[in-house]
């Protein structure tokens, strides 16, 4: 496996991306699967005192592995978007049109899908009227006070991450990346590692937590600690590594997180691990290089794993529909807990595609339901 893995490039660029997003896909409905199956917020530690060890050594991995698919989109952005030509307000202004304006369409239609399935699915319709429904509806399609999925964080994310790529885009061009390492460290420290060290100090019932005068908010968002390593990886950034460094540095690093959340599940101080968490970009960046030198032993199962990273993005918006459907009126509660997690998790990901691969025939939805190419 170690020689194989020590190849600076994959065969086809585009197929290892391609298995990066079913991959990140996959982790991203599991991650909205283990909170519907086991506690993972208020109660978590008194559920941590009463299921069986090896239920707990499970939603924790399920955990860990779930936060990957974010950071890991993250990247394959910034690989895709950071090497794009643009040079001045005229590549500014084609990036807008043809990569932002898009995004907020297919957004804004999403906003409107699931206002109306959470009127429809989990309110009393005998506490709304027409005025409050429309107040709502335009709350939420300007981004103020919004009804719609718990998953929709992302959106409002990304949108703001493109309106800053192009400019981005165009410094890595013009700055060498490691002049850039001193913000995105400022950054780490102020949004990775000092929350870190305070969910520690909190598990430990430290009364105290360390703050950082050089506040992120004066730099830019945390989610840039994804984006330009994706661009950096992708460009051979880890070239020089052999492989089963790469191999052993992510097995450590997955362990180190399993066995961070595991000891905060012991814990009555909540801490869950999240995507501040000090090694998550170590972590991501290590399974996109892995998939960028050893994406192409994968190549004979290349038609689906294509096929789910085309649709990856329309998945990201059906699935937790589906989900939470199943949330709100499935009787899964009485099912041991990783059967339940892995019953929604399955549900969702093959009813996302039945639905996806039906209204993907109509051009209209292909296009601005599901921004599918091709």
Not at 33 to 46: G, K
Not at 108 to 113: F, K, L, N
Not at 195 to 219: C, E, H, W
Not at 237 to 265: N, S
Request: charged residues 15%.
């Amino acid at each position: 496996m170690s020689n194989q893995l020590v190849q600076s490039a994959p065969v086809g660029r585009k197929f290892y991306l391609d298995v990066l997003r079913a991959f990140a896909i996959i982790s991203i409905s599991m991650n909205h699967a283990v909170n519907r199956a086991y506690e993972n917020f208020s109660y978590a530690f008194f559920e941590f005192r009463g299921i069986p060890l090896w239920s707990s050594w499970i939603k924790v991995v399920a955990i860990v592995f779930g936060h990957i698919g974010v950071p890991l989109f993250l990247m394959i952005s910034g690989a895709l978007l950071l090497n794009k030509q643009i040079d001045d307000g005229e590549g500014v202004k084609r990036f807008y049109k043809h990569n932002l304006l898009p995004l907020l369409i297919t957004t804004e239609i999403w906003y409107v899908i699931m206002y109306f399935f959470i009127l429809g699915f989990h309110t009393n319709w005998e506490e709304i009227t027409a005025g409050s429904a429309v107040s709502g509806l335009l709350s939420t399609a300007l981004f103020v006070n919004q009804t719609t999925m718990d998953s929709m964080w992302y959106m409002p994310m990304i949108l703001c991450l493109y309106l800053l790529v192009p400019y981005v885009a165009m410094i890595v061009k013009k700055v060498p990346m490691k002049l850039l390492l001193l913000p995105c460290v400022i950054l780490y420290l102020a949004e990775m590692v000092f929350p870190t060290i305070n969910d520690v100090l909190r598990l430990q019932y430290i009364n105290m937590s360390l703050g950082f005068a050089l506040k992120s908010s004066n730099l830019f968002s945390i989610y840039f600690l994804y984006l330009l390593p994706g661009y950096w990886v992708s460009r051979g950034g880890l070239k020089h590594l052999r492989g089963r460094h790469i191999a052993i540095g992510l097995v450590l690093t997955f362990l180190f997180c399993c066995i961070f959340q595991f000891y905060a599940y012991s814990r009555p101080a909540q801490a869950t691990f999240d995507y501040d968490f000090a090694l998550l970009p170590l972590l991501a960046m290590l399974i996109f290089e892995l998939a960028r030198r050893a994406g192409h032993l994968l190549l004979r199962f290349q038609r689906p794993i294509t096929y789910l990273a085309k649709i990856s993005f329309a998945i990201y918006f059906v699935h937790i529909l589906i989900m939470s459907l199943l949330e709100w009126y499935f009787p899964y509660g009485e099912w041991p807990k990783p059967l339940a997690m892995l019953f929604l998790e399955a549900v969702s990901i093959s009813g996302s595609i039945i639905i996806i691969l039906i209204c993907s025939k109509i051009p209209l939805c292909k296009k601005y339901l599901f921004m599918m190419k091709g």
